[in-house]
């Protein structure tokens, strides 16, 4: 479902509950969010939240830690935020607890649908079966949450030219789990999130607003880290000409990561053009990266796995403060007619390695199976070991180097 056509559209999975929500469904209309109930145009005031200190396992999944849920929403609360954006869970965990204290808060969450295991390799990118299984999974999981808001089916996936043919199997991704989620009478919707990169920028932001409506992202994300200190502003950092990418864009737009760490303290002064004139009336708001503390220096608390201690630095006073001066000056949906035309898809050219209007296949382990069947000689296990994938890889290459192997390559600038 082509949401920027809808004149409304619920979002998330309120039919699955019989259980009055105590959150507000979500709206898109055009290009904007709207509370559906209010009316009023919604803007994301978030923070990326993946806490890693102190895990225990290989399996982060900070919707699972009940002490930390405990301890961090009542922070958020504190922080002003409305929602936050979760990379990583298990979806065989329970969940239950800690969604249903955001709910409370009035907390929404963005969920990334990728794994490290189940997820498009930007460098040999594959959009397979058990892939496709994984994330279906996740999202039966996590349907019967109203304050789950919206997917996200790539994060920073194509990041440079040469990984722009992964690009293809992203929005492949998103037709099939868009197709998944209407058949469970679900219209969360699914979007992707860029590196802000700008060789192939205005390509990737073209490409998933184009085609097929069936195909297209429903919203989209940058990851940007340009603005840095008190010493930058709105056009010297570049936010002006992200901004003016946007400006025409027919559906959603929001940060899904900001806040540079490289200038210390951090004052967050990008907050104000986010939600002011600047930016207001063309992004939906943003996800500040990151909530807490780890080896990368971006946090504004230091947590522990299980533990329910908190320390805030001073980054935390500033962005808290950055939130509580701004008041977003939306529309109304009643009054707002959303314009515009969907995007022209890209040509393929030497920075944009992708044949548009052509997607890889849905995976299909039925013809997978057939195909399987039909072979004379197959391994024993579904499994290869590291050191038997590296010897396919061998011989494959042998034969390819020997004559065409056209019916079994990816060449997306093809299509």
């Known amino acids: 479902m082509k ?125 397979d079966h058990d892939t496709m299984s994984h994330w279906q999974a996740k999202v039966d999981a996590f349907a019967k949450y109203p304050n789950l808001v919206a997917w996200i089916a790539g994060n920073e996936v194509a990041n440079d030219v040469e990984t722009t043919p992964s690009a293809a199997f992203v929005k492949a991704a998103i037709r099939d789990m868009k197709a998944y989620l209407k058949t469970k009478d679900l219209t969360t919707p699914v979007g992707y999130a860029d590196n802000d990169d700008p060789k192939i920028r205005m390509n990737l932001i073209n490409f998933f607003n184009c085609g097929d409506e069936g195909s297209r992202a429903d919203f989209y994300g940058i990851n940007t880290y340009r603005w840095c200190g008190d010493k930058t502003d709105f056009k010297t ?9 946007m400006t025409s864009y027919t559906i959603p737009s929001l940060l899904t990561e900001y806040g540079c760490n490289l200038v210390r303290p951090r004052t967050f002064s990008e907050v104000k053009s986010l939600y002011g004139t600047d930016m207001g009336s063309t992004f939906s708001g943003g996800i500040m990266y990151e909530f807490t503390e780890e080896d990368n220096e971006y946090g504004i608390v230091k947590v522990s796995f299980g533990d329910s201690k908190v320390e805030k630095n001073s980054d935390y006073d500033n962005f808290k ?25 890209p040509a393929s050219s030497s920075v944009w390695h992708v044949k548009s209007d052509v997607l890889p296949p849905t995976p299909s382990q039925a013809r997978c199976q057939c195909m399987i069947d039909s072979l004379g000689c197959t391994f024993k296990n579904d499994k290869l070991s590291t050191a038997e994938g590296k010897l396919v890889g061998e011989v494959v290459g042998n034969i390819c180097g020997a004559t065409s192997c056209d019916e079994i390559s990816v060449d997306t600038a093809k299509g």
């Open 3 to 127: 949401f920027a056509t809808l004149a409304s559209a619920s979002l998330g999975a309120l039919c699955a509950s019989s259980v009055v929500a105590a959150i507000d469904p979500l709206t898109i209309k055009g290009s904007k969010w709207f509370n559906s109930k209010t009316g009023e145009q919604f803007y994301f005031k978030g923070v990326a939240y993946q806490p890693r200190t102190g895990l225990k396992s290989n399996n982060p999944d900070p919707l699972a830690d009940t002490v930390g849920c405990k301890r961090d929403v009542a922070v958020f609360k504190d922080l002003g935020i409305n929602s936050i954006r979760v990379y990583d869970v298990d979806y065989t965990n329970s969940h239950d607890e800690c969604m249903k204290l955001l709910e409370d808060a009035g907390i929404y969450v963005l969920l990334d649908m990728p794994s490290p295991q189940y997820s498009i390799n930007r460098a040999e990118p594959h959009w």
């Open 237 to 245: 950092s570049g936010y002006e000409d992200i901004t003016k990418n």
């Open 321 to 345: 403060k950055a939130l509580a001066g701004v008041k977003p000056q939306g529309v109304k949906m009643d009054s707002y007619k959303a314009s515009g035309k969907d995007s022209v898809c």
